[in-house]
């Protein structure tokens, strides 16, 4: 996905957008496009569903950082939804640097040498829990499901935490999410988990961008088999 493919030009000049726009966006999020009052001008951007929920989750910026264009930088290697729920589970980490710590990748590394060591380990935390849920969620072909839903909870815990979301990565990610190989879940599901950032192997595993255009999504074959 590059700069010049119409949604991305379109999320990165979203700052341009008038407040009813924006707020017409917000409320749409969720929902099918042919559904959404006052929405209905998206279809000349992108018919893709995932595309018009991206651009709903985007909208979930408050109005005067969309304005400043704020909602639109590129975090290398730490784009995904995986990695900026980690960076956010860090943040409200309430026991910092202990075997209790939110921080995924120290937790789960406590957790099982607590089981190897035949101890009883910390409970997992509900805000882990809440990104497992994430990971199952479904995205329908219509766009709808419980992903829009509960991704939406989380962009708007990360907007105000202020934790960076590449949105050109989540453009790119949700177009991919019903695929069949489950690539896009997997590699969220690494930067969460992963090693603490201390660690060797937390840098040998950087959350990285799929530049290939062509990789086929469930979407683009079901489209195929219609034709």
Same mark, same amino acid.
């Given at each position: 996905m590059? *700069? &010049?493919?119409? +949604? &991305? /030009?379109? +999320?990165?000049? +979203?700052?341009?957008?008038?407040?009813? !726009? +924006?707020?017409a966006l917000r409320r749409a999020c969720g929902k099918r496009l042919a559904e959404s009052r006052n929405c209905q001008w998206f279809a000349s951007i992108s018919t893709w569903p995932a595309d018009f929920l991206t651009a709903t989750l985007v909208a979930q910026y408050p109005t005067d950082k969309i304005k400043k264009g704020e909602h639109a930088r590129e975090y290398p290697h730490r784009g995904s939804i995986g990695a900026a729920w980690r960076e956010? @589970? @860090? #943040? #409200?980490? =309430?026991?910092? *640097? !202990? =075997? /209790?710590?939110?921080? =995924?990748g120290r937790f789960y590394t406590e957790r099982q040498k607590a089981l190897f060591e035949s101890r009883t380990p910390a409970n997992v935390p509900s805000i882990h829990e809440r990104f497992r849920t994430l990971l199952d969620a479904e995205l329908e072909r219509n766009g709808t499901g419980d992903l829009p839903y509960r991704l939406r909870g989380l962009v708007r815990m990360l907007v105000a935490e202020e934790v960076p979301i590449d949105i050109v990565q989540l453009a790119h990610d949700l177009r991919g999410w019903r695929a069949q190989s489950r690539y896009v879940q997997e590699r969220w599901a690494k930067a969460f988990y992963g090693p603490p950032s201390g660690d060797k192997g937390a840098a040998e595993a950087p959350d990285e961008r799929d530049e290939t255009d062509e990789h086929v999504t469930q979407d683009q074959e079901d489209d195929e088999n219609d034709d």
């Open positions: 590059s *700069n &010049i493919d119409p +949604l &991305i /030009r379109y +999320l990165v000049s +979203l700052k341009h957008e008038d407040s009813g !726009t +924006l707020a956010y @589970c @860090c #943040k #409200k980490d =309430p026991y910092p *640097n !202990t =075997p /209790r710590s939110h921080d =995924p």
